[in-house]
């Protein structure tokens, strides 16, 4: 087969896919590694879920491959040194979930600052309801400045909130800072100042623990959390000792591990820890974005003639990658499926 979906497409760039090559959907194949060994042996294009793992041993066994497709961005689950090897071309729909996990971000800090709103529609009396408060004029400390959070800042500004913010990649003197309106503080200064920290750190194993019992010392009480970064940033012994001490008053993580808070571990049953399984790129604006971007991707490296072709009739200005085609075409939530069909985006 051409190509082979392990994660699924929306229909209709699955089925503009299928007009050009065969296509074979099976999403059973993620959780039954021999025989997704055996299905990619002759697969030109495959497009897995995050949790599959693309090594050395997988691409052995996968000759013919020319392209490794993810729907989402993670950075520990391809060996990129052996794709490039190989001259394979790894595909990550980067910018599809941005605005979707800035919107999960704000919608986490709402929910945790009003929390009193979940009571009472559980049917609990007004004097049982906790007392609520207003984003505006509180403190916001974004930890790290992902593309979420250039997203982020605008909508928290836009409500009155003080943004301070701090990343190890990023120079407090680079221009960024000023154009996004936030603040650039230390890290113990964002945690000591804030009365809510947004967390969008890109995870790479250095900083696996990276948040620690040391760094959460400086935590002002009371503190809110909510963050679509990797579990695996945080000392689990640390993170629950501030859930219960009052440092940190409630957590709210996107896409943890199962066993991040397993039976067993520190954070089993820690009642102001919530997690999610990934909701904050779960959206139908996401999904057609990271649909048509994959789909568009795997074509132009199956077939970069035509896309040449395909590129100099278009209707659409020619772009490349997502970002760029979110720019041209304005709010790309606003884009039709067939718009993004009939998109055209020339190869790198």
Same mark, same amino acid.
């Given at each position: 087969?051409?190509?082979?979906?392990?994660?699924?497409?929306? @229909?209709?760039?699955?089925?503009?896919?299928?007009?050009?090559?065969?296509?074979?959907?099976? +999403?059973?194949? /993620?959780?039954?590694?021999?025989?997704?060994?055996?299905?990619?042996?002759?697969?030109? /294009?495959?497009?897995?879920?995050?949790?599959?793992?693309?090594?050395?041993?997988?691409?052995?066994?996968?000759?013919? $491959?020319?392209?490794? %497709?993810?729907?989402?961005?993670? @950075?520990?689950?391809?060996?990129?040194?052996?794709?490039? !090897?190989?001259?394979?071309?790894?595909?990550?729909?980067? =910018?599809?979930?941005?605005?979707?996990?800035?919107?999960?971000?704000?919608?986490?800090?709402?929910?945790?600052?009003?929390?009193?709103?979940? =009571?009472?529609?559980?049917?609990?009396?007004?004097?049982?309801?906790?007392?609520?408060?207003?984003?505006?004029?509180?403190?916001?400390?974004?930890?790290?400045?992902?593309?979420?959070?250039?997203?982020?800042?605008?909508?928290?500004?836009?409500?009155?909130?003080? $943004?301070?913010?701090?990343?190890?990649?990023?120079?407090?003197? /680079?221009?960024?800072?000023? *154009?996004?309106?936030?603040?650039?503080?230390?890290?113990?200064?964002?945690? %000591?100042? =804030?009365?809510?920290?947004?967390?969008?750190?890109?995870? %790479?194993?250095?900083?696996?623990?990276?948040?620690?019992? !040391?760094?959460?010392?400086?935590?002002?009480?009371?503190?809110?959390?909510?963050?679509?970064?990797?579990?695996?940033?945080?000392? +689990?012994? /640390?993170? %629950?000792?501030? $859930?219960?001490?009052?440092?940190?008053?409630?957590?709210?993580?996107?896409?943890?591990?199962?066993?991040?808070?397993?039976?067993?571990? +520190?954070?089993?049953?820690?009642?102001?820890?919530?997690?999610?399984? *990934?909701?904050?790129?779960?959206?139908?604006?996401?999904?057609?974005?990271? @649909?048509?971007?994959?789909?568009?991707?795997?074509?132009?490296?199956?077939?970069?003639?035509?896309?040449? =072709?395909?590129?100099?009739?278009?209707?659409?200005?020619?772009?490349?990658?997502?970002?760029?085609?979110?720019?041209?075409?304005?709010?790309?939530?606003?884009?039709?499926? @067939?718009?993004?069909?009939?998109?055209?985006?020339?190869?790198?």
């Amino acid at each position: 087969m051409d190509v082979l979906l392990v994660e699924p497409l929306v @229909s209709d760039a699955l089925l503009w896919l299928q007009e050009r090559y065969e296509v074979s959907y099976q +999403p059973e194949l /993620a959780d039954d590694p021999i025989a997704l060994r055996n299905a990619s042996y002759k697969t030109r /294009a495959i497009v897995l879920p995050p949790h599959v793992i693309v090594s050395q041993q997988f691409l052995d066994f996968s000759p013919c $491959l020319q392209v490794v %497709a993810r729907m989402q961005i993670s @950075s520990d689950n391809t060996d990129v040194e052996a794709c490039q !090897r190989r001259g394979i071309r790894l595909v990550q729909a980067r =910018s599809a979930t941005v605005r979707s996990n800035a919107e999960y971000i704000l919608y986490g800090l709402l929910m945790l600052y009003r929390r009193g709103m979940v =009571s009472a529609l559980l049917g609990r009396k007004i004097s049982q309801v906790r007392m609520g408060r207003e984003l505006a004029g509180s403190t916001v400390g974004l930890l790290g400045l992902a593309p979420v959070a250039h997203t982020l800042a605008p909508m928290l500004k836009g409500l009155g909130v003080r $943004l301070l913010g701090y990343d190890p990649a990023v120079h407090h003197a /680079a221009p960024l800072w000023q *154009r996004l309106g936030v603040e650039p503080v230390t890290v113990q200064q964002l945690l %000591a100042r =804030s009365d809510a920290v947004s967390l969008q750190v890109v995870y %790479a194993s250095r900083f696996k623990g990276w948040i620690n019992e !040391r760094l959460l010392n400086h935590c002002k009480p009371g503190q809110l959390w909510v963050g679509v970064s990797r579990g695996a940033l945080f000392d +689990p012994e /640390a993170l %629950a000792l501030a $859930l219960t001490d009052g440092r940190i008053d409630a957590c709210l993580l996107d896409g943890a591990s199962p066993q991040f808070a397993a039976e067993g571990t +520190p954070l089993y049953g820690i009642p102001n820890l919530h997690l999610t399984p *990934r909701l904050g790129s779960h959206t139908r604006e996401a999904k057609l974005r990271a @649909s048509w971007y994959v789909a568009h991707r795997i074509h132009e490296t199956l077939s970069p003639a035509s896309v040449q =072709s395909e590129a100099r009739v278009s209707d659409f200005p020619v772009s490349d990658g997502l970002e760029g085609a979110d720019s041209q075409l304005g709010d790309p939530q606003a884009v039709t499926p @067939s718009q993004w069909g009939n998109l055209r985006l020339h190869a790198r």
